[in-house]
């Protein structure tokens, strides 16, 4: 009878166990996940109660000088902002997404206004956090749509011919 191969033995151990590991590390992280989405759902809530309740939204919103529905208004784009921001985070929109749709955003009176107001919060967050950078971006953003409004969406070269 022949002897095992322990040194093969042992590869086949360690490869096991390499993807017990693997397996329980996505694990971990649809659970993170998980917990995020539900975290941020509760604070959505707090948002939607909020908004529908002046009491409250005076307890919530860190602005000040603002009248109840302009009040409701920077609550409720936060929370838009803030639920975009967690559909790139959960994969199921792309970075060229988002930043497309919050170019789409910033064209809304509203967001603007809550943008410029909450400028002083992003420049708390730690820089390389995702609010931070995508903050940064659309800061970027807003300042190329001051620069040339008419022409804000545009992504390719401007062509030499117009349309009939």
Request: glycine residues 6%.
């Amino acid at each position: 009878m022949a002897e095992p191969d322990h040194e093969e033995l042992l590869r086949d151990l360690v490869r096991a166990f390499t993807q017990v590991g693997e397996a329980m590390a996505a694990v971990a992280e649809q659970l993170r996940m998980a917990n995020k989405i539900r975290v941020r759902t509760l604070f959505a809530g707090q948002l939607d109660r909020a908004i529908d309740d002046p009491v409250l939204a005076a307890g919530l919103s860190t602005l000040g000088d603002l009248s109840e529905d302009k009040r409701r208004q920077m609550l409720l784009a936060n929370k838009h902002y803030g639920l975009l921001l967690l559909s790139y985070e959960v994969g199921e929109t792309s970075r060229s997404e988002l930043l497309g749709v919050l170019k789409v955003l910033s064209r809304s009176d509203n967001f603007l206004e809550y943008w410029a107001r909450t400028s002083t919060h992003r420049q708390m967050l730690p820089p390389e956090s995702l609010e931070a950078r995508t903050g940064r971006a659309v800061d970027a953003i807003m300042d190329e749509r001051l620069d040339d409004l008419e022409e804000w969406w545009v992504v390719g070269p401007e062509s030499d011919t117009t349309p009939d």
